[in-house]
Structures are given as structure tokens and as C-alpha cells.
T-cell receptor, first 115, second 113 residues
Framework: DGGITQSPKYLFRKEGQNVTLSCEQN?????MYWYRQDPGQGLRLIYY???????QKGDIAEGYSVSREKKESFPLTVTSAQKNPTAFYLC??????????????FGDGTRLSIL | KQEVTQIPAALSVPEGENLVLNCSFT??????LQWFRQDPGKGLTSLLL?????REQTSGRLNASLDKSSGRSTLYIAASQPGDSATYLC????????????FGKGTRLHILP
């Protein structure tokens, strides 16, 4: 079945450590997104990519980095510069076209905590 | 800057009742509006997407309406069931050249058996 796979489901980070969250999709979607969800805050956009080898900062990109070397994959690295990384991270994808009315599809999320 | 608000933050209703969830947005220049469902600890599931040229969309017991001029959307759930208990989020894609979608904080719905 087509969908978005996020791994791991739970992740723990030590002080000063970088960690990478995986997001893979087999929907043949061009656009992919990373969101952070905190209790009572709703979803906030970290980074997004409309095409391979291209990505843009969202509203809260500081302390995060991404790459888009393959259409299917959009990994997110939470660096040691992100001082408050504890949150639920959601990856999404969407079909072709900036002005497309295709809905976003979401993975099941990764919950990141500090040790 | 587009802002999306959902009131109330939480709602409890007895099983079988019809109910309405509200979403408002500050900038009427939207491209589309989407309603999602989120179960605890899970990702979001798309329920309905309304294009800016449309007034409503229906899927089963769900009906979403859009009034761009007043900056409002509603999600109507008919004959509610305990399985409808979840958080419902609306999200707006503005009519500009970036690909950002702005989310409301959601309404947490609890259907009482």
C-alpha cells in the first residue's frame, strides 16, 4: 500500500547530540514537509521541499537541517543547536504542483525526547 | 499574516447527536481549506478538502462548508459515534507562491457512549 513511513517511532537525544528522523514515501509525491507539534501549539512548519535537491525554511527552521537527495526521502536532523527538541515530529507529502489541490498525507510521527 | 483559529478547544457530546466544529481564518485570499482528524499519538488523516471556488464538500456523515468572505469553515458530523472521538484540525493554504499550509490548534472531540 502507498503511504509515508516515519522512523523511529520514539527517539531519545542526549545533550550535544545530533539525531536524524527518517521519512520515506512511496506515493510518488513531489512535495514533502516536516512539522513540529507541541501540546496546545498546533503544527508548525520546519522545512519543506517541492522538488528533489531543493528545500525551503519554514517558520521554525533554526536548529534543524534537511536534505532531499531522492524523491522518496526527506530526512530531518535535529542538531545540538535546537535547545528544546522535545516534541512530536510529523512528516507529510503532497502530489504535484504548487497550485495543486491535492491533500497532504501524513506519516504516524516520531516522538523525540531529551535524556 | 494568515491565522487560523478553532473554537472550542474541546467538546463533549452524547452519542447520536449531530455536531458542528468551527474554523476561522483572518485572510480570505485562500487557495483551499482542509479538515484533518488526528487520533492520540498518530499522524493526521485528511477528511475533506474544499477548493476556494467551492462552498462545501461531503464524505459520508461529514460535511464541510466554506465561506471565504467571512473567513469561516464548519465541519458538520451527523449521528456522532464513539469512534468519532479525536482531535479535528483545519488547515488553510493561502493564495500565494509559497507552499505553506497554516494549521489551527484543533478541537478535541469526545463522543460520550
Amino acid at each position: 500500500d502507498g503511504g509515508i513511513t516515519q522512523s523511529p517511532k520514539y527517539l531519545f537525544r542526549k545533550e550535544g547530540q545530533n539525531v536524524t528522523l527518517s521519512c520515506e514515501q512511496n506515493l510518488n509525491h513531489d512535495a514533502m514537509y516536516w512539522y513540529r507539534q507541541d501540546p496546545g501549539q498546533g503544527l508548525r512548519l520546519i522545512y519543506y521541499s517541492q522538488i528533489v535537491n531543493d528545500f525551503q525554511k519554514g517558520d521554525i527552521a533554526e536548529g534543524y537541517s534537511v536534505s532531499r537527495e531522492k524523491k522518496e526521502s526527506f530526512p530531518l536532523t535535529v542538531t545540538s543547536a535546537q535547545k528544546n527538541p522535545t516534541a512530536f515530529y510529523l512528516c507529510a507529502s503532497r502530489g504535484q504542483g504548487l497550485y495543486s489541490n491535492q491533500p497532504q498525507h501524513f506519516g504516524d510521527g516520531t516522538r523525540l525526547s531529551i535524556l | 499574516k494568515q491565522e487560523v483559529t478553532q473554537i472550542p478547544a474541546a467538546l463533549s457530546v452524547p452519542e447520536g447527536e449531530n455536531l458542528v466544529l468551527n474554523c476561522s481564518f483572518t485572510d480570505s485570499a485562500i487557495y483551499n481549506l482542509q479538515w484533518f482528524r488526528q487520533d492520540p499519538g498518530k499522524g493526521l488523516t485528511s477528511l475533506l478538502l474544499i477548493q476556494s471556488s467551492q462552498r462545501e464538500q461531503t464524505s459520508g456523515r461529514l460535511n464541510a462548508s466554506l465561506d471565504k468572505s467571512s473567513g469561516r469553515s464548519t465541519l458538520y458530523i451527523a449521528a456522532s459515534q464513539p469512534g468519532d472521538s479525536a482531535t479535528y484540525l483545519c488547515a488553510v493554504k493561502s493564495n500565494n507562491r509559497d507552499d505553506k499550509i497554516i494549521f489551527g490548534k484543533g478541537t478535541r472531540l469526545h463522543i460520550l457512549p
